[in-house]
Every structure is written in C-alpha cells, then in structure tokens.
C-alpha cells in the first residue's frame, strides 16, 4: 500500500510552475501528485498549512559541514540539521575540509557519512587543485564519478591565470560548473575586514573590494575565452556586481551567488571589534549592500547562498586578528532574506523563493525545487509572520557563530520535508 | 567632570571634559613630582600587571614608574616569557592574571580591539598601552598635555602629524583628541601610507610637506613602522627622508615657535634631522617626562581615585 500526505490549505509557492495558490499539495509514495483517489484520501496523513507558504524544499549550493576532520565545529549530522531547521532540502558542501575532498576517497567518505547521517539531500564538491594549493589540478574526472556536483578551492582561490584556464577547460568535459571564491591574495595579505573608513578608523587591516573585482573579471574573461560555466561565489561588492552585469550582456557563461549577511549587514557591524562580523568575503559598505539588492533583482547575481560557516565559540571568542573568518546561515537565511528582499527590496515571496529553489537547483543540474508533478517530495513550510529568537534552542547547528544572535527575525520553518518524510517539526529534528 | 570609567581604552569614546579631567590631574601629579619625596599612597596595597605582547621600552617604563610613585605594585610580563608561546589564548592568560588578585592590567598587543575584549570580561580596570594600530590613548594623552603647555588652548591651532599614519595607533588616537580640542589636524606622509580614507576622521589629507608644515603650530613626527608594513608602501628610506625627513630648512616653514614632537624611538636620520631632534625646538624629552604624570592620572581616575582627595594631599 502506498503512502499519502495532504498538505492542506497553505498557499503553495512554486515559482518555477509560476505557481501561486491556496490549496492541498498531494504527496504519495514520497513524490508530488496531483491528485489522490478517494481511498488515498481517507488514509492520507494531513497537515494544515493554513496561513502558511508551502514552498518547495530550499536548495543551498553553499555551506560547510566541517566533516571529515573538523567535527568539533560541525558535522554532517549536525549540519543537516541546521539545514533541515533553515528549511532546506538540499545542500552542497564545500571541499575545504581536513584533508580537502580532492580525491574520490574523501568524496566517498563524505558519501558515507551523508548516507548515515545526513537529514537532507546533500551533493559534495570536489577541489580545483590538488591540497587546494592552486598548483597543480586535482583528479576532477574522478572526483566527477565519485559524486560531486562542482569544483571549487573555495576559500582559497586559485591565483595562477594558467592553472584556472586549463580547469576551465578541463571541467566542461565533466558538465561541472567551477565554482569560485574570487580574492586576489596580494591584495589581501593579512586583511581582515573590508579596507574602508572603518578598516582606517579601526586600525585593522583592510581587504580592497577591488582585490574582488579583479578575479571577477578575470573569471568572466577565462569563461568567455573557454566557454566554461564559472560560478561566482559569495559576491561582496558594488564593482563586481557591475563587472558581472557587463559579463551576462556579453552572454558569458557566468553565474554569481549572493549571501543574506553581505545583503543585510554592513562593516560597521565591526565597530566593537564583533568576531561575528568578520567573514570573508568581508561585509562591506551601505552602497555595496544596495548594489547586490539591485543585481538580484534585475538577474545580474542570480541566487542567493548561505556560505554557511560554523566555528566553536572558543575559536571565535578571542582578538579580531586571530579569530576565523566565516558564520552561520542556514538556520536564518530564510528569514533574513526575505526581511531584506520582501521588505526593503520590495521584491515578491515568489521572486525570493526562486533564488532559493529551482534557480541554485538549475545552477549545479539538479532537478530539485520545485513541486511539480512527479517531482521528489522536498517540501518546505514556513510562516512568514511568526518570529522567532536566535538562540541555542533554535539553532541546530553545532556553533553558534552568528550575527544575529539573540536577535529576533521574522520568518519561521514550521516543516520541512524531504522524499515526502518529515524531518523537522515545532523546532526539532524528526527522526 | 568626574571620571566614571573603569577603562582606558582609546581616546575615541572620551568627551572632551573627560580628557580635560585626566589634564586637571595629570598637573596636580606634575607638580607632586617636583616635590622631593616623589611617591604618593594612592595605590598602595594594588598589584598592577603590566602585560606587554609586543617590544616596548618608553611605555613599559613609564607606566612601572607611574605605578610605582602611586606606590603600587607593578609586575610586567613579556610574549616570549608568557604562556603564548604555549598556545595560551589572550583571554586565558588575562583571566588568570585576574585570579592571582591583580587589580589592573596595562596592555600592550599587536591585535586592534584587544584591550576593548579584555575589559568587556574582566571586572577590573584595563588600561591600553597600544593596540595594535588603533589607539595608544596615554601617548596622546601626554602629547595633548604638552601641546597645551607650550600654546595654550589648541582651539584653531594647526597640528601636522607626519609619517606613516597608515599603521600608527599614535596618530589615530592623537587625530581623536585633536580634533575633540578643537586644533585643526592634518595628516601628511606618501600617499601609500596616508590614504584619502583619514579625511573621514575629519583631518586634512597632504602629500607636500611644504603645504602640511605651513604655518603649522606644532608637528608630530611618526616613525617609519618597518614592523607592520609590508615591502610595498614606499621605495626606500632614503627616498623618504628625502621628501619627507624633517631637517632645519623644512622646520622653518613651520611658525617661529612652533614645536617638534615625537613619540619615540626615534630613527636619526631619516623622520628628523639629527641636530633638530636636539635643538630648542623639540619637546621629545618633555614629552616623555610628561608621560609619567599623566600616566599617574588614568592609573588613579580608573581606580576609583577621587579629584579632591588629590587635592588635599595626605603626605
């Protein structure tokens, strides 16, 4: 006998069908139906979304899960769950972890890992270059058939020309988008903080938004001259939104996240020296805030991604200087955003959940986030009215580097589903 | 203004009255150190922990011997004879500190906001001896307290500070006071090292030194920082001095009685002509005699230390 879920009376958002209205989405056999028989009916399972958005699963093609290796900050487990609370389905985990996933073992172990452990879909990115050390390139046709969706160095971005150019190349054989944190290092050596008036006022060291702009552009210039997809991480600035904007009218073959802290914070959240500030690429000006705004709603950045970051409290708890760079975001990326682009933005929940759905699903060649028929049950509920504190209650993430603690944001998952199992409700992990 | 602060941790938070207080009682300490018996028992039975992670020698000394005319006393500690070198962390090491039963820390650190995340945890008064390239408050509190013997009110009066402003946690510190006591403040050095950005600190930018020393009422002089730049920021030390070294004909585009300052160690030769370092014109010594009474004055306002018992003084 098959299973069935009704999700009744909540107003479903599925942007990707242009679709939305208040009525029962249908779930059977842990996929999306149009319609159940009468006797599927009487036995199904109900849950009632009235006055609630059901969405399809968010897909998030950016965070760290720390495993293998650095589990005292977060594991797959614990990442998942964080996942799960933020209302996400799927997730993509960066390679920077200890040893870095450039080769087909460690991707097997992450595979393992997530099979055992994980709560949502999770892919694995493989490394660029071997160690990434930007030298040499890493075993990308067997990372390929070990599983991952992407290539990237993350945090440490390849700085030889050459090296970047010939992945370019190398990938497309593979259909893999590169995925690339753009810093130039020798503009950037020991930087910290965006270099600017508060960087001067605060005597730290500054990280130029041009040390952005720079691999930007040279990143467009390689795809353009290769045809290769490169996908532009976490972008900060004012100029690399323009050096994009001019990419995407040439029909370059470039894409570019955005994350909810570069559009909701500024630098001078660095004022009292905050650890919970400090990330890279850094937060940088009110006018650079604006810019990313303006380029996700004309298209020019195309999605938005956590870059989800978790260190320990003891790790982030010390001079500025020393502390790690990065934060959390799953758990508070739906709310965040959605104050900033529904709210100050005066974009659409539909335009919103768009950047966090089907678009980062498409980017990486997903068919996930959208509820189409036949689609995987990868549901997300929320309340856009309830709120909500940032606490150690309603984060599930193993740290708790963020911003916003003990702050209250507006924007709750009551649900999140995934295959058509329920795997977090009123706050908790479902098992 | 009576003094409610626990900390000293930069100039940048104070008012105005609250620097003119630490001036008030840096001059009732002045003229307690011409006495012959030079000590006072304000502090006596407090144990002050001078925790220096970075070299210094001027600063060092000066805030053992203000601790230690306020008979307290004082117990200074190194990086490579602390437990950094064992991987102890900053907060570690200062909490440990508090638990032996000091009652101040005096901190020097290469870190900016380190002095800021010690007092935010420790319940006892922490005083900035330097961090990193943010503030050094009791150097510009000396210096703001020399400027005003020698021209009085610096309400209007041109300060030039020359150098490396880039790294330096004097000229920041020094830009905040300035400013806050009304002299008109410019910054001058090569362009690499003193960026349009300070003119959001509300001091003029100037890469020609004639334009800077006109007309000025005083100018404080910077070290090169060899330490904390990179290799990139100007082509030689000789290339500097020759645009930017102060000798005896530059200084003659200041006013006549204007005076020279630095805070030390000074590069013979290369910031300052040798002879002016020496000359009538240079308070550089001043400066340093005058860093011990008024380091005195924020040893004693952090502590609790009250303007009128000062003023009718037990000895």
Redesign the interface.
């Known amino acids: 006998m098959s299973t069935t879920r009704i999700i009744r009376n909540g107003r479903i958002i599925d942007p990707k069908n242009a679709r939305d209205e208040v009525t029962d989405l249908f779930i059977k056999d842990g996929k999306i139906v149009s319609s159940l028989t009468k006797e599927e009916l009487d036995t199904a399972t109900t849950t009632d979304a009235s006055g609630k958005i059901v969405t399809p699963g968010l897909v998030d093609v950016h965070v760290h899960l720390r495993e293998p290796g650095q589990t005292h900050k977060e594991t797959i487990e614990t990442g998942s769950w964080a996942a799960a609370a933020g209302g996400f389905t799927t997730i993509v985990c960066m390679p920077n972890t200890s040893p870095p996933a450039d080769t087909a073992g460690t991707i097997q172990y992450i595979n393992d890992a997530v099979a055992r452990s994980a709560v949502v879909n999770v892919y694995p990115t493989g490394c660029i270059t071997q160690g990434r050390l930007g030298e040499k390139l890493a075993p990308i046709g067997s990372l390929k058939r070990a599983g991952v969706v992407a290539i990237t160095d993350d945090g440490d971005c390849v700085q030889n020309n050459e090296i970047m150019r010939r992945a370019l190349e190398y990938c497309q054989m593979f259909d893999l988008p590169i995925m690339d944190h753009c810093q130039d290092m020798a503009l950037t ?1 020991n930087a910290v903080m965006n270099e ?2 508060w960087s ?5 060291k500054g990280w130029p938004a041009a040390a952005e702009d720079i691999i930007v552009a040279r990143n467009a210039l390689l795809s353009e001259m290769t045809g290769a997809h490169v996908h532009m991480q976490h972008i900060s600035s004012a100029g690399a939104v323009e050096v994009m904007r001019r990419a995407k009218q040439r029909n370059v073959n470039v894409t570019a996240e955005a994350t909810p802290h570069h559009l909701a914070l500024t630098e001078a959240g660095i004022k ?2 905050n650890t919970n500030f400090k990330m890279n690429p850094p937060l940088r000006t009110e006018k650079d805030r604006q810019a990313l705004i303006e380029g996700l709603k004309d298209g020019t950045l195309d999605i938005v991604a956590t870059d989800h970051a978790p260190h320990t409290t ?1 790790e982030k ?6 502390a790690p760079f990065g934060i959390l975001g799953s758990e508070t990326c739906f709310a965040v955003t959605q104050q900033i682009l529904c709210g100050e933005a005066g974009m659409s929940i539909n335009e919103v959940v768009a950047l966090l759905t089907y678009k980062p699903a498409e980017l990486i060649k997903l068919d996930s986030g959208t509820l189409s028929e036949g689609a995987t049950a990868d549901v997300a509920i929320f309340d856009l009215e309830d709120t909500w504190e940032v606490n150690e209650q309603t984060l599930l993430s193993k740290s708790h580097n963020t911003p916003w603690w003990g702050e209250t944001l507006t924007g709750k998952t009551v649900e999140t589903i995934v295959g058509g199992k329920t795997v977090f409700q009123d706050g908790k992990i479902v098992d | 203004m009576d003094w409610t602060r626990k900390d000293l941790i930069g100039i ?1 938070p104070l008012e105005k009255a609250e620097i003119e207080t630490i001036f008030h009682v840096a001059g009732a300490f002045k003229r307690i150190l011409k006495r012959s018996v030079k000590k006072v028992p304000v502090l006596r039975g407090k144990t002050i922990v001078n925790l220096f992670l970075e070299p210094s020698t001027r600063t060092r000394l000066a805030f053992e011997m203000a601790a230690t005319r306020l008979s307290a006393d004082v117990i200074s500690m190194n990086a490579d004879a602390s437990s950094f070198v064992k991987g102890e ?3 570690d090491t200062a909490k440990n500190i508090r638990a032996l039963n000091a009652d101040m820390i005096i901190l020097r ?6 002095a ?2 010690l007092s935010k945890f420790l319940d006892i008064p922490v005083i900035n001896a330097g ?5 050094h408050p009791t150097q510009a509190l000396l210096d703001g307290f020399t400027l005003i013997e020698h021209l009085g009110d610096l309400k209007g009066r041109k300060i030039t500070i020359l150098g490396d402003i ?1 790294f330096s ?1 004097v000229a ?1 510190s020094n830009i905040f006071s300035l400013t806050k006591l009304g002299a008109e403040v410019t910054v001058a050095g090569p362009a690499t090292l003193v ?1 349009k ?2 003119e ?2 509300g001091v003029k930018v100037v890469h020609d030194l004639k334009t800077a020393l006109n007309d000025a009422d005083a100018v404080m002089l910077l070290r090169i920082q060899h330490e904390r730049q ?1 290799s990139t920021h100007f082509p030689s030390i000789g290339e500097y001095t020759s645009i930017f070294g102060l000798d005896k004909r530059r200084a003659a585009w200041l006013k006549p009685n204007a005076i020279i300052m630095h805070p030390g160690p000074i590069n013979r030769g290369v910031e300052i002509d040798s002879e002016l370092a020496d000359s009538e014109q240079s308070v550089i010594l001043e400066q340093v005699s005058n860093g011990i009474a008024v380091r005195m004055a924020v040893l004693f306002l952090c502590t609790g230390g009250s303007i009128s018992a000062l003023e009718s003084p037990a000895e």
């Not at chain 1, 001067?200 to 730290?204: A, Y």
């Not at chain 2, 961090?131 to 503030?135: A, F, L, P, V």
């Open positions: 050596q600017g008036e001067i006022r605060l005597g730290l009292d020296y003891y708890d010390r001079e500025f200087d020393y | 940048e962390t900053l907060k650190h290469s870190a900016p906001g380190s800021l995340y961090d990193g390239s943010h503030e880039l946690r920041r960026p950005t300070f959001s600190m990179s």
